[in-house]
């Protein structure tokens, strides 16, 4: 049983792995481009190594070349003097010409094939842009679509809920700012009373009597 027990956990494991992969297109998309960036890259490297060896080759066919006009040279001088050391010469010039010879084949084949890997990684850096452009263009039309989803989600559920909510807000706000509009300041209110009695005070002492009380009151 327990084995069984394992057996489906792995099983399930395996297809929970399928279907991550199959719904983060994103997430693989970038691991392919990484893939491809690596490849890139270790390719850049070999192709760095060619052309050194190619730098290398030819500093050495250069030398070669020098070498065997020395021989020439050589076999000139002792031409008359000593027979022998200037056949000797000879024969050391044929074995540097043979090394020439040898690359001067080589060299063009490996010019050929370090243009052939540049010519490719130049696709592949064409390939990994063009797979960088088009996964932000998915990218950004999975972001709005995700947007899109939650416009609709809040429209269709919590939008009437939110609503409610600013309703509520909005009631309990207008409760305050009434509440705050009528409770009013005991100490100013107390400087008003006494400056309106003030006020009333001097005017009853500035009021004169009308006409009739006057006469009324000089009979």
């Not at 730098?55 to 020098?66: A, G, P, S, T």
Request: hydrophobic share 35%; with cysteine; aromatic share 4%.
């Amino acid at each position: 049983m327990r084995k069984l027990k394992i057996w489906t956990a792995s099983i399930v494991s395996g297809f929970d792995s399928v279907i991550s992969k199959v719904e983060n297109h994103e997430s693989l998309v970038a691991s392919s481009i990484q893939e491809l960036q690596t490849a890139a890259a270790h390719a850049t490297v070999k192709l760095g190594r060619l052309k050194q060896e190619i730098r290398r080759m030819k500093d050495k066919r250069c030398q070669l070349e020098q070498s065997r006009e020395r021989w020439k040279e050589r076999a000139l001088a002792l031409r008359e003097s000593d027979k022998a050391k200037a056949i000797e010469c000879l024969r050391r010039r044929k074995s540097v010409e043979s090394e020439i010879a040898q690359l001067e084949k080589e060299i063009p084949s490996h010019n050929q094939l370090a243009d052939s890997i540049e010519a490719d990684l130049r696709k592949l850096q064409n390939k990994i842009d063009e797979l960088k452009l088009r996964k932000r263009a998915f990218s950004t039309r999975a972001s709005r679509a995700k947007a899109m989803k939650i416009c609709q989600d809040y429209s269709a559920t919590s939008g009437e809920q939110l609503e409610d909510t600013f309703e509520r807000w909005e009631l309990k706000l207008a409760e305050s700012e009434i509440a705050s509009s009528t409770c009013t300041d005991s100490l100013e209110d107390e400087f008003l009373r006494e400056e309106e009695f003030a006020a009333l005070e001097e005017e009853l002492e500035q009021l004169e009597p009308s006409l009739e009380n006057k006469t009324a009151h000089q009979a």
